[in-house]
């Protein structure tokens, strides 16, 4: 059995793999893990399927090689490109000592570009915030906390795992509130303060004066929602300036696993932090090279795959290195095939600080790395030494780290007041606010952001729909509804009472329909 | 049927609706006979005729509650005259689970009714229908059915 | 009642290693040495909180794990069950300790043709409970008040657990008092009333074991339980004598009081007694609908033997809307005549739904009317899926 955690998202959780290829991976509960105390969502417990894809191989222009010279090439081509037209991107399941690697290399070939999934958010907020993002606060805090507010979060669904230390805050006396488009289908909440999606896309600064006007909501309140490389630079400063206003502590939640390596980033490559955004390195024309790291771009991005495919293949040069095939993987120059997260030796940074140690044992993704560090630089570290460089940076010293302690502290554990008139960021809503209002009669459709959806597997197949909607639609139940925008996509429905009228929700993307987080489109029944 | 009410009014009387549960052989004719001697049995009634009562998963029992059917009926041949010789034992054995179930769960007794009726009982099957409605009259709508559903 | 007896083993490293004179880890090995089995499941030990299930035919790999692991509440029927699974295992016979959740487990998966209870050996444990590890990892903390990783072992002795430290120190705390601060066994534990695995082919425990003397009591109960004592007498690994009537009294004593203590757990645990039919339709709707369709405790319920064609998922369609699923209708239904109450449910529900409790409320009504408790006695098929013929009504 392999002592493993998973990559579902930031929270890493703990659980034993056992298993071969033959007879296929089995999931055992690890009640001992301090994390989740074994516990699993759905996402955990398909963790065999997860793993069970195809596996990625060396290539080079498609054809098979050894890894000699795959990386070779991969060196010898990233050499040829300009640094400024370079990007390094990891959003997936990679150890911190792959990251530390990784960021070596893109420093070695000077490169500016590197985004571990925060540069967004590094970009909407001052500097003096950045701690706060990368690291959370002890779980524990969570179950602690006499107030809550779940800020455009949905627990049970997104952070499962997370839901429970809710559960108990609220059994200890917790008040719960949750600011958000909709209601949590599972009413944890004692109040909801509802925002109107139709009113934020037309005219977001004043829908949000309604959160001013509730500041007894937020004081001295743990606030906890999420950053993505989709979240709205808006929400998020607004997130924020509320929180320093009402003395509340924010808690950001990850959809990546290595998202919270970022503060390896801020520390070891300060200057990347400014780089462009994972959204960026697709729609800026500039990047003309590219370095996938344990990266499925259809999984992390909301682009259709038709986009993203043709958006790669635009590029000079585009290299990836992880352990399944992707869809980047037929238009990869170079492909270099690394372990499974499972399989891998090394440590990660969860949510919360907290570093924990994967029980695998190959150490092939950093020596990956460290050979095409040798190949730019001519310097090449063993993994105990990339180890050791991890180590001394998150401040751990020699000893491996203990799982029981949150290791990682925040320094400053509430907001700083802001400098006004920060600009830039990502944005969720699919039209220019204001400019291109939502026509009447369009619905909004709002991407609820899970495991499934991140990982882009076992996603659900239908979309949920207000009373309303299909009153007016006339439905029935087997009937299917029909979504579009530039595209359409037709696919079942589930009825949702406590939608609003114009809302759709849904956990899957739908390709062409919606590349933002929130967006108008129109909705008609199929038979 | 559309899956939301057009119009619900608020202020005609509520009528139960009672899903039954009707064996091709037995009960089904049974309930046929009941409508052919022209005996008055309440519109409440919703026949899923089955095979057998044998075929009776107590999960479609419970997806009918589910489903906000105020009572379920699950009728079949009399013990000892099943078209498939023991079928019925086993409905039987099954009920006998799905009465403490629906009784653990808190939904009334009255909801949940098994019976034999042969072709012949067409008087019967009626008496057991109005019975039933009326009970469930007294107990009220069930507590599982969404306010929007029809 | 089986026959009774105290048992020990002669090789010394055993008994150090083992609880109470070693005759479990002897027995097992004697068995493995002379072919009597073919491989031993045990769980290996990482340190008092975590251990892992192996299978192994290694005699030196039984004789360390030895001694118990209270901390580590893992069923170990589904890791059977799983074993059996790959083809080249068919057939092997295996031996394994038990708690009486174990053997109830590997029972019930033997009524539903999962496994051939022939090929197992259950060697029973007698089971006042186990305890959740971060559970016992706060408690060492909070209530001993010393480095819960400074634990190397830990014990249970006549009502209290004792923590020994790597200095050497040990310091102990009555269970009760553990339990009166939250802390202590886990609430399925706490309500079990199977305390001797009499399931299983033989029940091995401290109870009954008198002052002064260093051995383990055994039942032997089935056939292959006196095979297991009598290869491992005959081969010298153990030696015997006869239980005094004495022990027997003080075994049932130990027995009785633990089952008394588990119904008065079950009285204070049952809130629900106390609620109205609404109230209580209003509890169960609330808390399940908690339930974020994860599937973790239908994959480690040790009676559920269904595939993934099992109608508890098939029939669960995710754009219902019903306040309650049918995962767990259809679920808390069929467990109605076969839940064992291990609690490996609650263990793994991510959002903390009391399972083991509500099984508990559907199962006990059930059970005790059909006057039927699973996982006892292999003949005896679910009720559920077994109607009772009376051919007598049809002739």
């Given at each position: 059995?392999?002592k493993?955690i998973?990559?579902?998202?930031?929270?890493g959780?703990g659980?034993y793999l056992?298993?071969?290829e033959?007879?296929?991976?089995?999931?055992w509960?690890?009640?001992?893990a301090p994390?989740?105390?074994?516990k699993?969502?759905?996402f955990g417990m398909?963790?065999p399927?997860?793993?069970d894809?195809e596996?990625?191989n060396?290539?080079?222009d498609?054809k098979?090689?050894?890894?000699?010279?795959?990386?070779?090439?991969?060196?010898?081509?990233?050499k040829?490109?300009k640094?400024?037209?370079?990007?390094?991107v990891?959003v997936?399941a990679?150890?911190?000592e792959?990251?530390a690697?990784?960021?070596n290399?893109c420093?070695?070939?000077g490169?500016?570009?590197?985004?571990?999934?925060?540069?967004a958010?590094?970009?909407?907020?001052?500097?003096?915030?950045?701690?706060?993002l990368e690291?959370?606060v002890?779980?524990?805090d969570?179950?602690?906390?006499?107030k809550?507010?779940?800020f455009?979060v949905?627990?049970?669904?997104q952070?499962?795992?997370?839901?429970?230390?809710?559960?108990?805050?609220?059994?200890?006396g917790?008040?719960?509130f949750e600011?958000?488009?909709v209601?949590?289908?599972?009413?944890i909440a004692d109040e909801?303060?509802?925002?109107?999606?139709?009113a934020?896309i037309?005219?977001?600064?004043?829908?949000?004066k309604k959160l001013r006007?509730r500041k007894?909501?937020?004081?001295?309140?743990?606030?906890i929602s999420?950053?993505n490389p989709?979240?709205?630079?808006?929400?998020l400063?607004e997130?924020f300036?509320?929180?320093a206003?009402?003395?509340?502590?924010?808690?950001?939640m990850k959809?990546?696993?290595?998202?919270?390596?970022a503060l390896l980033q801020s520390?070891?490559?300060?200057?990347?932090?400014?780089?462009l955004s994972?959204l960026?390195v697709?729609?800026?024309?500039?990047v003309?090279a590219?370095?996938?790291?344990e990266t499925?771009?259809a999984g992390?991005l909301l682009?259709?795959?038709r986009?993203?495919?043709?958006?790669?293949?635009e590029?000079?040069?585009l290299?990836?290195?992880?352990a399944?095939?992707?869809?980047?993987s037929?238009?990869?120059?170079?492909?270099?095939a690394?372990?499974?997260?499972?399989?891998?030796?090394g440590v990660?940074?969860?949510v919360?600080?907290?570093v924990l140690?994967?029980?695998g044992?190959?150490a092939?993704?950093v020596?990956i790395l460290?050979r095409?560090v040798e190949g730019v630089?001519?310097?090449?570290?063993?993994?105990?030494?990339?180890?050791?460089e991890v180590?001394?940076t998150l401040?751990?010293g020699?000893t491996?780290?203990?799982e029981?302690d949150v290791?990682?502290?925040?320094?400053e554990?509430k907001?700083?007041?802001?400098?006004e008139?920060?600009?830039?960021?990502?944005t969720?809503?699919?039209t220019?606010?204001?400019?291109?209002?939502?026509?009447s009669?369009?619905?909004?459709?709002l991407?609820?952001t899970?495991p499934a959806?991140w990982?882009?597997?076992?996603?659900?197949?239908?979309v949920?729909?207000s009373?309303?909607?299909?009153?007016?639609?006339?439905?029935?139940r087997?009937?299917?509804?029909?979504?579009s925008?530039?595209?359409?996509v037709?696919?079942?429905f589930k009825?949702?009472?406590?939608l609003?009228?114009?809302?759709i929700?849904?956990?899957?993307?739908?390709?062409?329909v919606?590349e933002r987080?929130l967006s108008?489109?129109r909705l008609r029944?199929?038979? | 049927?559309?899956?939301v009410?057009?119009?619900?009014n608020e202020?005609?009387?509520?009528?139960?609706?009672?899903?039954?549960?009707?064996c091709n052989w037995?009960s089904?004719?049974?309930a046929?006979?009941a409508g052919?001697?022209?005996?008055q049995?309440?519109p409440?009634?919703?026949?899923?005729?089955?095979?057998c009562?044998?075929?009776?998963?107590?999960a479609?029992v419970?997806m009918g509650?589910?489903e906000?059917a105020?009572?379920?009926l699950?009728?079949?041949?009399?013990?000892?005259d099943c078209?498939y010789v023991?079928a019925?034992?086993?409905t039987r054995n099954?009920f006998e689970?799905l009465?403490?179930f629906?009784?653990?769960?808190g939904l009334?007794?009255?909801?949940l009714r098994l019976e034999?009726?042969?072709a012949?009982?067409g008087?019967?099957?009626?008496?057991?229908?109005?019975?039933?409605?009326?009970?469930?009259?007294k107990?009220?709508?069930?507590p599982?059915r969404?306010?929007?559903?029809k | 009642?089986?026959?009774?007896?105290?048992?020990?083993?002669?090789?010394?490293?055993?008994?150090?290693r083992?609880?109470?004179?070693?005759?479990?880890?002897?027995a097992l090995v004697a068995a493995?040495?002379?072919?009597?089995l073919?491989?031993?499941?045990?769980?290996?030990k990482?340190?008092?909180?975590?251990?892992i299930?192996t299978?192994?035919?290694?005699?030196?790999?039984v004789?360390?794990?030895a001694?118990?692991?209270?901390a580590?509440?893992?069923?170990l029927?589904?890791?059977?069950?799983e074993?059996?699974k790959?083809?080249k295992?068919?057939?092997k016979?295996?031996?394994?300790?038990?708690?009486?959740?174990?053997?109830?487990?590997?029972i019930e998966?033997?009524?539903?043709q999962q496994?051939d209870?022939?090929?197992i050996?259950?060697?029973g444990?007698?089971?006042?409970g186990?305890?959740?590890?971060l559970?016992?990892r706060e408690a060492?903390?909070?209530v001993y008040?010393?480095?819960p990783?400074?634990?190397?072992?830990?014990?249970?002795?006549?009502?209290?657990?004792?923590l020994?430290l790597?200095?050497?120190?040990?310091r102990e705390c009555k269970i009760?008092?553990?339990?009166?601060?939250?802390y202590g066994r886990?609430?399925?534990c706490k309500?079990?009333?199977t305390?001797?695995?009499?399931m299983a082919?033989l029940?091995?425990?401290?109870?009954?074991?008198l002052?002064?003397?260093?051995?383990?009591?055994?039942?032997v109960?089935?056939?292959?339980?006196?095979?297991?004592?009598k290869?491992?007498?005959?081969?010298?690994?153990?030696?015997?004598?006869?239980a005094?009537?004495k022990?027997l009294?003080?075994?049932e004593?130990i027995?009785?009081a633990?089952v008394?203590?588990?119904?008065?757990?079950?009285e204070k645990l049952?809130?629900v007694?106390?609620?109205?039919r609404?109230e209580?339709l209003?509890?169960y709707?609330?808390t399940?609908r908690?339930c974020?369709?994860?599937?973790a405790c239908?994959?480690?319920?040790?009676?559920?033997a269904?595939?993934?064609?099992a109608?508890?998922v098939?029939?669960?369609?995710?754009?219902?809307?019903y306040?309650?699923s049918?995962?767990?209708?259809i679920r808390?239904?069929?467990?109605?005549?076969?839940?064992?109450?291990?609690?490996?449910?609650?263990?793994?529900?991510?959002?903390d739904?009391?399972?083991?409790?509500?099984?508990?409320r559907f199962?006990e009504?059930?059970?005790?009317?059909?006057?039927?408790m699973?996982?006892?006695n292999?003949s005896?098929?679910?009720?559920?899926?077994e109607?009772?013929?009376?051919w007598?009504?049809i002739?």
């Amino acid at each position: 059995m392999i002592k493993t955690i998973c990559p579902g998202c930031g929270l890493g959780c703990g659980l034993y793999l056992e298993g071969d290829e033959e007879r296929g991976l089995k999931v055992w509960h690890r009640k001992r893990a301090p994390v989740n105390v074994g516990k699993l969502c759905a996402f955990g417990m398909s963790l065999p399927q997860y793993y069970d894809r195809e596996r990625l191989n060396n290539t080079v222009d498609g054809k098979p090689v050894t890894l000699d010279e795959a990386v070779s090439e991969a060196v010898r081509r990233l050499k040829g490109v300009k640094p400024e037209e370079l990007a390094f991107v990891s959003v997936g399941a990679a150890t911190c000592e792959e990251l530390a690697s990784f960021i070596n290399l893109c420093k070695g070939l000077g490169c500016k570009n590197l985004e571990l999934g925060l540069n967004a958010a590094f970009k909407t907020l001052p500097e003096s915030s950045h701690e706060l993002l990368e690291i959370g606060v002890p779980l524990a805090d969570v179950e602690r906390a006499s107030k809550l507010v779940l800020f455009f979060v949905e627990p049970f669904l997104q952070y499962p795992l997370l839901a429970r230390r809710i559960l108990k805050a609220k059994k200890n006396g917790a008040k719960v509130f949750e600011v958000a488009f909709v209601g949590s289908e599972r009413g944890i909440a004692d109040e909801t303060v509802l925002l109107d999606a139709t009113a934020f896309i037309n005219a977001a600064a004043e829908e949000l004066k309604k959160l001013r006007a509730r500041k007894d909501v937020f004081e001295d309140a743990l606030v906890i929602s999420e950053a993505n490389p989709y979240t709205d630079a808006v929400l998020l400063r607004e997130m924020f300036a509320v929180c320093a206003e009402c003395g509340a502590t924010p808690l950001l939640m990850k959809p990546f696993l290595t998202t919270s390596a970022a503060l390896l980033q801020s520390s070891l490559a300060p200057e990347t932090k400014q780089g462009l955004s994972l959204l960026e390195v697709f729609e800026d024309e500039r990047v003309k090279a590219l370095f996938l790291l344990e990266t499925d771009p259809a999984g992390a991005l909301l682009l259709n795959e038709r986009k993203i495919r043709k958006r790669l293949s635009e590029l000079e040069l585009l290299v990836e290195q992880g352990a399944f095939r992707t869809v980047a993987s037929e238009l990869a120059g170079v492909t270099l095939a690394s372990e499974a997260f499972f399989e891998k030796r090394g440590v990660i940074v969860n949510v919360e600080g907290r570093v924990l140690e994967n029980g695998g044992t190959s150490a092939a993704g950093v020596e990956i790395l460290e050979r095409m560090v040798e190949g730019v630089t001519g310097g090449r570290r063993s993994f105990e030494e990339v180890r050791s460089e991890v180590f001394g940076t998150l401040g751990l010293g020699e000893t491996s780290p203990k799982e029981d302690d949150v290791q990682v502290k925040r320094k400053e554990t509430k907001v700083l007041a802001e400098p006004e008139g920060l600009q830039g960021g990502a944005t969720a809503v699919g039209t220019a606010r204001g400019a291109e209002a939502a026509e009447s009669g369009d619905y909004l459709l709002l991407y609820r952001t899970t495991p499934a959806f991140w990982s882009g597997v076992f996603a659900k197949s239908f979309v949920e729909i207000s009373v309303d909607a299909a009153r007016s639609l006339k439905l029935f139940r087997d009937d299917d509804v029909e979504i579009s925008n530039a595209e359409s996509v037709t696919l079942d429905f589930k009825i949702s009472e406590r939608l609003p009228e114009r809302l759709i929700v849904s956990e899957t993307k739908l390709a062409g329909v919606s590349e933002r987080l929130l967006s108008p489109v129109r909705l008609r029944r199929k038979e | 049927m559309a899956v939301v009410d057009e119009q619900m009014n608020e202020k005609k009387e509520w009528e139960p609706k009672v899903l039954a549960f009707c064996c091709n052989w037995c009960s089904y004719a049974g309930a046929d006979a009941a409508g052919l001697e022209r005996r008055q049995t309440p519109p409440t009634i919703r026949v899923i005729r089955v095979m057998c009562s044998g075929r009776i998963d107590p999960a479609f029992v419970l997806m009918g509650f589910l489903e906000g059917a105020d009572a379920v009926l699950i009728t079949g041949c009399h013990i000892g005259d099943c078209h498939y010789v023991d079928a019925n034992y086993k409905t039987r054995n099954r009920f006998e689970f799905l009465k403490e179930f629906v009784d653990e769960l808190g939904l009334e007794p009255e909801r949940l009714r098994l019976e034999w009726i042969s072709a012949s009982e067409g008087a019967i099957f009626a008496d057991m229908v109005k019975e039933v409605t009326e009970n469930v009259k007294k107990v009220g709508p069930s507590p599982f059915r969404k306010s929007w559903k029809k | 009642m089986g026959t009774c007896y105290l048992a020990w083993a002669t090789d010394e490293k055993i008994r150090r290693r083992a609880a109470n004179g070693g005759f479990v880890t002897a027995a097992l090995v004697a068995a493995l040495e002379n072919g009597l089995l073919d491989a031993v499941v045990v769980v290996k030990k990482e340190d008092v909180y975590e251990g892992i299930p192996t299978v192994t035919s290694a005699p030196e790999v039984v004789v360390e794990s030895a001694g118990s692991l209270h901390a580590v509440p893992v069923n170990l029927t589904k890791f059977v069950v799983e074993f059996y699974k790959d083809e080249k295992n068919k057939g092997k016979k295996i031996g394994l300790p038990v708690k009486p959740c174990d053997a109830r487990g590997i029972i019930e998966q033997a009524k539903r043709q999962q496994l051939d209870i022939n090929d197992i050996y259950l060697v029973g444990l007698n089971c006042g409970g186990t305890l959740h590890p971060l559970n016992l990892r706060e408690a060492a903390a909070e209530v001993y008040g010393i480095d819960p990783d400074a634990v190397v072992k830990e014990e249970i002795k006549a009502g209290k657990l004792f923590l020994t430290l790597q200095s050497g120190e040990e310091r102990e705390c009555k269970i009760e008092e553990l339990e009166k601060k939250g802390y202590g066994r886990r609430d399925s534990c706490k309500m079990c009333i199977t305390k001797i695995p009499t399931m299983a082919d033989l029940a091995c425990g401290n109870w009954g074991v008198l002052k002064g003397e260093e051995a383990t009591f055994v039942e032997v109960l089935t056939g292959k339980g006196e095979a297991l004592l009598k290869n491992a007498l005959e081969n010298g690994y153990i030696k015997v004598k006869e239980a005094s009537e004495k022990s027997l009294e003080v075994r049932e004593r130990i027995k009785n009081a633990m089952v008394k203590l588990a119904e008065e757990w079950w009285e204070k645990l049952d809130a629900v007694k106390e609620l109205t039919r609404d109230e209580r339709l209003k509890f169960y709707v609330e808390t399940l609908r908690l339930c974020i369709n994860c599937g973790a405790c239908r994959t480690v319920c040790p009676v559920c033997a269904c595939d993934d064609a099992a109608k508890c998922v098939s029939m669960h369609d995710e754009r219902d809307d019903y306040v309650i699923s049918m995962y767990n209708v259809i679920r808390l239904l069929h467990l109605m005549d076969s839940c064992i109450g291990c609690g490996q449910c609650e263990d793994v529900c991510p959002v903390d739904i009391p399972l083991t409790f509500i099984h508990r409320r559907f199962a006990e009504r059930m059970q005790r009317k059909l006057n039927y408790m699973p996982g006892m006695n292999v003949s005896e098929k679910p009720p559920f899926y077994e109607a009772e013929l009376q051919w007598h009504d049809i002739l």
